[in-house]
């Protein structure tokens, strides 16, 4: 169980990262928030970044935007 903490995100090596807001869940599984991210055509490479006293990464999902 962690408090509110967060992923840093970076799409291509962009900089600065985008903030995505874990909240704190009481250590039950939830989703968090969505954010939006654009991808450039092709192969895209996301880096997932947290302090090394953090929580883990169940899985995420991506999904199209229309």
Known sequence: VHGDQS???TVNGANPPIGVPVPFTVGAWQNTAAVEVTLARGKNTLTFDRPAQAFGLKE???????
């Not at 995420?60 to 229309?66: D, E, G, M, R």
């Open 60 to 66: 995420f999902t991506l999904t199209p935007v229309k």
């Open 7 to 9: 992923l840093a995100l």
